[in-house]
């Protein structure tokens, strides 16, 4: 059991995402962030959403050092125009993810740029836009909004 949010809205990339960061965001939210020899960054793993006891999950319940938890529950639309939550339940750390998803791969000098597997991202994204959140106490309402890359969270 757990806490659950519903996130309403999307927030704007300019220019869109190409078709290599879209696959790529997307696998990234669809697979569990372990601790792995191989980086923060490796999507691969096998097993269902690279939950695989793979030799390099160096602790299967452990993010990677710097990220916010387990799951990254944002993900492009399908013409990489926007990034919005997939739906997925429990998503904890919204706020944190957004932020580390501009950090790392999307505004101009992200940290994943010159890392292997990123020769087809443009590092280029301004993102902009505001998601409404609301959990599942009454007074659990707030908005996550990012403005020109700058992620902030107003409650209420």
């Known amino acids: 059991m757990g806490y659950q949010t519903v996130f309403t809205g999307e927030i704007a990339v300019e220019p869109p995402l190409?078709?290599?960061?879209?696959?790529?965001?997307?696998?990234?939210?669809g697979t569990r962030r372990?601790?792995?020899d191989?980086?923060?960054?490796?999507?691969?793993?096998?097993?269902?959403?690279?939950?695989?006891?793979?030799?390099?999950v160096r602790h299967h319940n452990r993010p990677p050092a710097g990220q916010p938890g387990l799951?990254?529950?944002?993900e492009p639309t399908g013409d990489g125009a926007a990034i919005?939550?997939?739906g997925g339940e429990k998503f904890y750390g919204a706020a944190e993810w957004m932020a580390y998803l501009v950090e790392h791969f999307l505004r101009p000098g992200a940290r994943a740029a010159g890392e292997p597997g990123f020769g087809g991202f443009t590092f280029d994204h301004v993102l902009d836009g505001v998601i409404d959140a609301r959990g599942e106490e009454a007074d659990d309402?707030?908005?996550l909004v990012v403005r020109a890359n700058e992620v902030s969270v107003a409650r209420g």
Do not use: S
């Open 34 to 36: 372990m601790d792995r």
């Open 141 to 143: 309402v707030w908005r």
């Open 38 to 56: 191989r980086g923060p960054y490796f999507v691969d793993g096998t097993g269902y959403a690279g939950q695989g006891v793979d030799p390099d």
């Open 18 to 29: 190409n078709a290599h960061e879209i696959a790529y965001l997307r696998k990234f939210a």
């Open 71 to 74: 799951w990254c529950k944002w």
């Open 84 to 86: 919005g939550w997939n």
